[in-house]
């Protein structure tokens, strides 16, 4: 895939918008916040700890008002750049995401965590090298209550995918990333038999489980197994694991150790800089790159085996 070229006045309206935006900031930031300022300490004076609470919650929203028409164009020039992206490559694109229904299967069959909530985002969906696929950003986490206290646990944050073959598999094979100590607790989750293969360094990374030991074996060759590995060069601190489930293989890159556990894997960092110059397009395109890369490297084909 070439890198992606755009026409410089494509964005010439959102560019007029980030001007304004700016503006808008900056004109708070000098008159806003000194006026709030003022008005706190006569809160204060006048009407002791509850002017001064009063001061705080207006200081929230100056702040709140200064940064909300960025924030809303930020998510306007990502969607827009985005959607562009994908309609070079033939794809279609979707901020919202797909339906948080869509990561069901992914935690029926293991991939993500049990979790009580989820947010999704980033719908990608087309075809590369004849076959069929979705790609989206999806961030779980499970929330935890008792008496005393609240504790909220992201359980995954990252991208999900999930590629359509013409011809259904027979059984289930899972590859989960290797837990140590804990693999008994994986594998007392998996319907399928533990998966023993001659790769030493694949088996020290992952470990599968199949309800078919024969088809596992043909899905799981050496070049399958070596590719899996080397997504690790691309995201070497996520964790990888996948699926081969009825007529889908499904893939989960768990980044949370390098998103911050919160959703913005394709989200516009820098609002200081021209669209013309900034580097999300580039980050943009990175990733996308990444992803077609990581297709190339698994070779997957609708025509030929796994």
Avoid: C
Avoid at 60 to 65: S, T
Avoid at 99 to 116: F, Q
Avoid at 241 to 250: G, I, M, N, R, T
């Amino acid at each position: 895939m070439s890198p992606y070229s755009f026409d410089p006045h494509l964005f010439d309206e959102l560019e007029k918008e980030r001007l304004e935006a700016l503006s808008w900031r900056k004109k708070v930031w000098l008159f806003g916040v000194p006026i709030v300022a003022v008005a706190s300490i006569i809160s204060a004076m006048f009407f002791g700890a509850e002017g001064l609470i009063a001061a705080v919650v207006g200081a929230g929203l100056a702040y709140m008002i200064a940064e909300f028409k960025l924030f809303e164009l930020k998510e306007r020039m990502k969607t827009d750049i985005l959607s562009h992206m994908a309609e070079a490559r033939g794809w279609n694109f979707n901020a919202d995401g797909p339906a948080e229904s869509a990561v069901s299967v992914y935690s029926d069959l293991g991939l993500v965590s049990s979790h009580n909530e989820l947010d999704v985002e980033d719908l990608f969906e087309g075809e590369l090298n004849g076959v069929r696929f979705e790609l989206f950003e999806t961030l779980a986490k499970m929330r935890t209550k008792n008496r005393k206290s609240e504790s909220v646990r992201t359980v995954f944050s990252g991208l999900l995918a999930r590629f359509s073959f013409p011809k259904d598999f027979q059984g289930s094979t899972v590859v989960l990333t290797d837990s140590g100590f804990f693999n008994w607790a994986a594998g007392f989750s998996q319907k399928g038999e533990r998966v023993t293969l001659e790769d030493p360094v694949f088996e020290k990374q992952f470990q599968v489980y199949s309800s078919d030991q024969v088809e596992a074996r043909y899905l799981l060759t050496p070049s399958f197994m070596q590719r899996l590995l080397d997504i690790r060069n691309v995201f070497p601190d996520a964790q990888i694991q996948a699926a081969f489930e009825q007529s889908h293989l499904y893939l989960a890159i768990d980044t949370k150790s390098a998103s911050g556990d919160e959703l913005g894997f394709f989200d516009v960092k820098d609002m200081s800089k021209p669209i013309s110059q900034q580097s999300a397009i580039q980050l943009f395109e990175k990733e996308l790159q990444v992803f077609e890369e990581i297709v190339d490297g698994l070779n997957l084909d609708a025509s030929t085996r796994i």
